[in-house]
Nanobody, 125 residues
């Protein structure tokens, strides 16, 4: 089991940037894949990005590809989501989640076992 705490959310104008952090602790942190998901009011939770912490492989949802970057600071046991060129449709609660390492990174939230509490991102127009 791994414990996750998100931070870095806030209010930003369209076109601006935010960097979210996911601080992790617990057993075998380096053997987990970490994913970012988001959920807007009235909508289903959706996949955003994920990273394989062993090999550094990353995957992105088409809606954020080229704008968001997921990265891993192993020394700080933290995964980041750098969000640039933000759009109002990016407004949501953003969650990080962990799953034991997989050969292929999953985009399915049901494959992730441990979740943070979420951090609110609001993009105004």
């Amino acid at each position: 089991q791994v414990q996750l705490v998100e931070s870095g959310g806030g209010l930003v104008q369209a076109g601006g940037s935010l960097r979210l952090s996911c601080a992790a602790s617990g057993r075998s942190f380096g053997s987990y894949d970490i994913g970012w998901f988001r959920q807007a009011p009235g909508k289903e939770r959706e996949f955003v990005a994920a990273i394989n912490r062993s090999g550094g492989v990353t995957v992105y949802a088409d809606s954020v590809k080229g704008r968001f970057t997921i990265s891993d600071d192993n020394a700080k046991n933290t995964v980041y989501l750098q969000m640039n060129s933000l759009k109002p449709e990016d407004t949501a609660v953003y969650y990080c989640a962990a799953t034991p390492w997989r050969l292929v990174i999953s985009r399915n939230m049901n494959d992730y076992d441990d979740w943070g509490q979420g951090t609110q991102v609001t993009v105004s127009s």
